[in-house]
């Protein structure tokens, strides 16, 4: 089992550019989740997304889209990146729905910096 | 406002040393705590997970404590090798609106 996958690792946009994360996991988790973190600070969440088909606003939604595909990916996009998006970007899941009962398990992290 | 406290921020010790990580959190209602690893360049993994009822929980040589009371926790790393240092994680998850509550973490280098 690979767990949790992130795409890409690493990447730079202009600002306005857009873009999207991929996120996939395998261990067939209906929860899955996106935050970001940011240095001196605690991750914070963006939107999550309890079952596949739905999706829910976290702490700060702000300037981002996701798409739950289905029940293994979910992708975070960028419309217009600004450069307060710069930040380390990581997905989780967890089994089954609900956010703080479960263990979440998360990927790798992609690091985004606009400049 | 639901928070958590790390400290300290950063520490060096030799390896074979112990040390303690604290956090406090003003998180309410308290569901549960979790103390998390972090690699750099690696996401988080779980290292313990405490509910309301548990004082204390070990794995390896990782033991976490909680007192609900005091809305504290500590991690003490036993014995530490160069492969603990990283970035230690305190999570408190608030029981309603099923909120994650992250600290900002404490990182720990352990030097030969």
């Known amino acids: 089992n690979a767990g949790v996958t992130q795409t890409p690792k690493f990447q730079v946009l202009k600002t306005g550019q857009s873009m999207t994360l991929q996120c996939a996991q395998d261990?067939?988790?209906?929860?899955m989740y996106w935050y970001r973190q940011d240095p001196g600070m605690g991750l914070r969440l963006i939107y999550y997304s309890a079952s596949e088909g739905t999706t829910d606003k976290g702490e700060v939604p702000n300037g981002y889209n996701v798409s739950r595909l289905n029940k293994r990916e979910f992708s975070l996009r960028l419309e217009s990146a600004a450069p307060s998006q710069t930040s380390v970007y990581f997905c989780?899941?967890?089994?089954?729905?609900?956010?703080?009962?479960?263990?979440?398990?998360f990927g790798p992290g992609t690091r985004l910096t606009v400049t | 406002k639901n928070q958590v406290e790390q400290s300290p921020q950063s520490l060096i010790i030799l390896e074979g040393k112990n040390c303690t990580l604290q956090?406090?959190?003003?998180?309410?209602?308290?569901?549960?705590l979790r103390w998390y690893k972090q690699d750099t360049g690696r996401g988080p993994v779980s290292l313990t997970i405490m509910t309301f009822s548990e004082n204390t929980k070990s794995n390896g040589r990782y033991t976490a404590t909680l007192d609900a009371d005091t809305k504290q926790s500590s991690l003490h790393i036993t014995a530490s090798q160069l492969s603990d240092s990283a970035s230690y994680i305190c999570v408190v998850i608030a029981e309603y609106g099923n909120k994650l509550v992250f600290g900002a973490g404490t990182i720990l280098r352990v030097k030969s």
């Open positions: 956090c406090n959190y003003t998180v309410s209602p308290f569901s549960n």
């Open positions: 261990m067939n988790h209906n929860s």
């Open positions: 989780a899941s967890s089994e089954p729905a609900g956010l703080g009962r479960y263990e979440q398990y």
